[in-house]
């Protein structure tokens, strides 16, 4: 890679901007439950907390902010944030920015993922095709973060999805292949299948990590309504070679 794809900025750890809580993410996290707390102050100065802790201390957290950089993508301004989101979902990452419709910029367009996809694609085939570009950001949806291990964990889940976007060229609006991958590697690779948190769905354990992410990668696909129709049939094709794709780490981090 010779050249940054994204604008140059200072990492902002975070930032609490109410005006900039807009959001048309391509990449959303399979449903979250439900919140945890109905203080907001209290969510937004414990996520605040959780991720400045992760940037400062998650040895995963810190290599993967470390390899955008080294591969040419240094993160901008307010790349990773906290936000109040409207819809049950824990994190996401992208805003669909240039001919994408605009918003209101208010806490209830971080959920409307599907809407948001529909329109973008209607208005870029409406403009003779011209490319949608995806801003990078990070958004943390404070209400759904029980903990800071979960709040790690979506970090590093919309990290690889950064990474994704940096090194490869691709389409993750019209390109349902592209999207199932990323979504598989950011499932696995953050751990968010791992055996505690999903021992009351286990009825298998030898082999239930792959079925956790391909249930949660589909889950996400199917948000694109581009792929919505046929979300698992593009999960499963991508599977062999997404699940066992490491990058950036030499081998699976919760092996290391």
């Avoid at 870029?124 to 973060?145: H, K, T, V």
Wanted: proline share 5%; with cysteine; net charge neutral.
């Amino acid at each position: 890679k010779t050249e940054n794809q994204w604008p140059i900025g200072t990492l902002n750890s975070m930032s609490n901007d109410s005006s900039d809580k807009g959001s048309r993410s391509p990449f959303s996290t399979a449903s979250a439950p439900s919140s945890v707390r109905s203080d907001d102050s209290e969510n937004s100065r414990l996520c605040n907390r959780w991720v400045n802790n992760g940037l400062s201390q998650n040895k995963a957290i810190q290599f993967l902010v470390g390899h955008l950089v080294e591969i040419g993508c240094t993160p901008p301004d307010k790349f990773i944030q906290c936000r109040k989101c409207e819809n049950p979902q824990a994190s996401g990452f992208g805003k669909v920015v240039g001919a994408a419709p605009v918003t209101t910029n208010k806490a209830s367009d971080c959920g409307k993922t599907a809407r948001s996809f529909k329109s973008a694609m209607e208005l870029q085939d409406a403009n003779g095709g011209r490319q949608l570009q995806i801003q990078p950001e990070i958004f943390i949806c404070e209400q759904y973060m029980e903990n800071q291990t979960m709040t790690h964990k979506s970090l590093v889940h919309e990290l690889i999805h950064a990474i994704d976007l940096c090194r490869t060229k691709m389409d993750p609006m019209k390109n349902c292949l592209h999207l199932a991958c990323t979504e598989i590697r950011a499932e696995n690779l953050s751990g968010e299948c791992g055996i505690f948190r999903e021992l009351p769905r286990i009825e298998n354990l030898f082999g239930h990590g792959g079925e956790c992410v391909k249930r949660r990668a589909a889950l996400s696909v199917r948000a694109n309504p581009n792929c919505t129709e046929r979300a698992s049939e593009y999960v499963e094709a991508a599977m062999p070679r997404c699940f066992r794709d490491n990058y950036p780490f030499e081998r699976h981090p919760n092996q290391m």
